[in-house]
């Protein structure tokens, strides 16, 4: 009888093939099926090809290809074809077998299939996956949570294959977030920050390119000297690498030859109406999102541009270095809000749901191998190891100085934005949540007035416990005939 395997995989397409191989290449012996058979059959044939896997035609060769405990994970696309593959494996499992969804799963799916997995006497894993083709192959960002008897089970495989950080590299970018959907969340999250992250630096280079006439060369050099320091990330570092590529037919730059019309997933849109839902102000990555919600009006917008006009005045002639440095300052700065507010919704969430979150591990899983892979990531586990309950980043010693510093150049760089007719929703939003945030009273007073005069909503006082309602037609001031 030929040896069991260790991990079984339904899903061969970029992100399942290149996880597998990371699988067998820490050891591990791997059973994989696909719908599309020919996929597995090309899999088995190339890249697979005297390497440890077992290539099955169905979802029953598959389990009886495995290990027990056995441990199927999917990386099919999220929904419907989900539930149907579960539906398909309960019956040929066992108790205490584990199934894992790897795919970009809307949590309260996950809760969902949780309870159902569980019910049917198996253990369910819905786990956050971040690090595209190349993580999945080297070691991605794993966001595991769900059926917590499960971990011990997936433990050792799924820390073999994560992405390592440390002095030594051997801290692996996964840890046990919590129960039923949180590692979905947490990875939700996670893709919302990504998508204020890129908006913001989106937002640098408009800065850079319209108001001081960069050129590509230019700003990669910015870019170059800006991943040296505290903005030291992934994305700065694919941000660099953009502006020295150009296409090979033209000559020209490719990125200036890319119509401005931006794609989504849905996760940045997931994460800001759930935002919503729980009352917590993620306004940065809602920004994030309406930005890419107007790029999609391109005919609209070129035919706005013929109508519409801006200031006459549309560069900026103070300093060309100063300019740079405090637009490093703003991104800085606005970075810190994003964040900020990404672990003000997890907290939000964590308690809505009963999830035990660990804030500064949620930091760590986001050190290697994710997209939002930054050393500015070890500041926010060490602000949240040093104080568990630290209530808002802003708060932490480190970011508190950080902002006082930058908010000077950062108030500088809205402020010509608006003046040049630049859009800069992401900059913008993020101070003027800082100024909110940082306000001990704001004008909701007169909002709950409003409120009260129109719909008796009532309001509190500031004076006196309880709720109170004012007959404001009777009190007020009579208008002038």
């Known amino acids: 009888m030929s040896e ?27 059973a994989v099926y696909n719908r599309t058979t020919e996929k597995v059959d090309n899999l088995i044939n190339g890249r697979a090809k005297d390497k440890k896997f077992v290539g099955c035609h169905s979802i029953e060769d598959l389990v009886s290809n495995l290990a027990t405990p056995r441990k199927v994970m999917l990386l099919v696309k999220a929904g419907p074809a989900v539930d149907t593959i579960i539906d398909t494996l309960i019956p040929l499992l066992d108790k205490g077998d584990v199934i894992i969804d ?59 294959i994560a992405a390592k950080v440390g002095p030594n590299d051997d801290i692996p970018c996964c840890e046990w977030v919590g129960p039923r959907g949180s590692g979905h969340y947490v990875k939700m999250v996670h893709n919302g920050i990504e998508y204020g992250d890129m908006q913001l630096i989106c937002e640098a280079y408009a800065m850079m390119k319209h108001s001081l006439g960069m050129s590509n060369d230019e700003i990669y050099d910015v870019f170059e000297e800006w991943n040296q320091g505290d903005l030291d990330s992934y994305l700065i570092e694919i941000t660099r690498d953009i502006f020295s590529v150009k296409d090979e037919e033209t000559g020209d730059y490719m990125v200036d030859r890319i119509l401005d019309r931006a794609g989504a997933k849905g996760t940045g849109k997931w994460m800001s109406q759930l935002a919503l839902d729980l009352g917590v102000p993620s306004t940065l990555v809602t920004e ?16 706005a541009s013929e109508v519409l006009k801006g200031p006459a005045k549309s560069t900026y002639d103070g300093d060309k270095k100063q300019f740079i440095a405090a637009i490093r300052n703003a991104l800085y700065a606005s970075k810190i809000c994003s964040y900020a507010q990404g672990f003000v919704q997890l907290r939000a969430a964590a308690a809505e749901h009963d999830w035990p979150l660990n804030y500064g591990d949620c930091a760590l ?3 290697g191998g994710c997209i939002i892979r930054a050393t500015f990531l070890d500041r926010i586990k060490d602000a949240f190891d040093t104080n568990p309950e630290l209530e808002n980043l802003l708060l932490a010693p480190f970011f508190t100085e950080a902002v ?40 909701a007073n007169l909002l709950q007035a409003q409120r009260d005069y129109f719909g008796a909503h009532t309001y509190e006082r500031t004076d006196k416990d309880g709720s109170f309602h004012t007959e404001w037609l009777d009190l007020r001031k009579q208008p002038k005939a």
Not at 4 to 27: H, T
Not at 288 to 303: D, H, P, Q, T
Request: aromatic share 10%.
């Open 4 to 30: 069991k395997c260790d991990f079984g995989l339904i899903g061969l397409a970029v992100m399942g093939e290149n996880l597998a191989l990371n699988v067998e290449s820490r050891g591990y012996r791997i």
């Open 365 to 367: 899983l986001w050190r």
């Open 102 to 160: 790897g795919g970009n799963t809307h949590f309260a799916d996950t809760e969902r299939r949780t309870k159902k997995v569980e019910e049917a006497g198996l253990l369910f894993v819905g786990s956050g996956v971040s690090g595209g083709e190349e993580g999945a192959l080297k070691g991605p960002s794993l966001m595991p949570g769900g059926s917590k008897e499960a971990w011990p089970i997936v433990k050792p495989i799924f820390q073999a």
């Open 288 to 303: 994030a999102v309406y930005a890419r919600s107007l790029s999609s009006f391109k005919e609209a917008r070129v035919r």
């Open 404 to 443: 006082h510093t930058a908010q000077d150049d950062w108030r500088h760089v809205v402020s010509t934005a608006v003046q040049l007719g630049i859009p800069v929703p992401a900059f913008t939003s993020a101070l003027a949540y800082y100024d909110g945030y940082r306000s001990a009273r704001l004008p």
